[in-house]
T-cell receptor, first 115, second 114 residues
Framework: AQKVTQAQTEISVVEKEDVTLDCVYE???????LFWYKQPPSGELVFLIR??????QNEISGRYSWNFQKSTSSFNFTITASQVVDSAVYFC????????????FGKGTKLSVKP | DSGVTQTPKHLITATGQRVTLRCSPR?????VYWYQQSLDQGLQFLIQ???????AKGNILERFSAQQFPDLHSELNLSSLELGDSALYFC?????????????FGSGTQLSVL
């Protein structure tokens, strides 16, 4: 069965701090895809990144970076030098090859960045 | 703007009623997904359509149904509504593939059942 666990329900940091959001997944499939989405207070879901199971390279995009480790079934997300605009709920999601494309989401981590 | 349009943005109704939520996918996208977001259940996958045909079902109640029309827009019908059906309902669409595609989400329909 596929499952995504985001153990951190809420995180609060002060602006300019670095913060890491954890994501652990379970799947029996050897081909799968991992995603991160952001849900700001306005409510929409914004795509951040997609990774397939064969690509374990870490990725950096500006202040955002992602660490994918198959050995620990984790796909963690780090925000460097956080800003107030980063305040949002962040969701990790998993899509298996045989799932017809639908995503299974974790419960989300609410990040509050205070000035 | 994701390119996915959902209407209405807000819906207030009473228990026992029936409502229809509408979704227009991004131009060219063949897959439409419906998700329900509530405080206790989080983001739950309900159902997926691909080019008019049902492709996958998640935790969708029997009181709920959906369809995708020839112009690819989709409707989610919720009937015999209960207080617990109050939630944010998202529609998403994705490109021609069905594996590993990123989903583009609409802004959601906030349903309040009183």
């Amino acid at each position: 069965a596929q499952k995504v666990t985001q153990a951190q329900t809420e995180i609060s940091v002060v602006e300019k701090e670095d913060v890491t959001l954890d994501c652990v997944y379970e799947t029996r499939d050897t081909t799968y895809y991992l995603f991160w989405y952001k849900q700001p207070p306005s409510g929409e879901l914004v795509f951040l990144i997609r990774r397939n199971s064969f690509d374990e390279q870490n990725e950096i995009s500006g202040r955002y970076s992602w660490n994918f480790q198959k050995s620990t079934s984790s796909f963690n997300f780090t925000i460097t030098a956080s800003q107030v605009v980063d305040s949002a709920v962040y969701f990790c999601a998993l899509s298996e090859r045989g799932s017809q494309g639908n995503l299974i989401f974790g419960k989300g981590t609410k990040l509050s960045v205070k000035p | 703007d994701s390119g996915v349009t959902q209407t209405p943005k807000h819906l207030i109704t009473a228990t026992g009623q029936r409502v229809t939520l509408r979704c227009s996918p991004r131009s060219g996208d063949l897959s439409v997904y419906w998700y329900q977001q509530s405080l206790d259940q989080g983001l739950q996958f309900l159902i997926q359509y691909y080019n008019g045909e049902e492709r996958a079902k998640g935790n969708i109640l029997e009181r709920f149904s959906a369809q995708q029309f020839p112009d690819l827009h989709s409707e989610l019908n919720l009937s015999s509504l209960e207080l617990g059906d109050s939630a944010l309902y998202f529609c998403a669409s994705s490109g021609p593939g069905t594996r590993g595609e990123k989903l583009f989400f609409g802004s959601g329909t906030q349903l309040s059942v009183l």
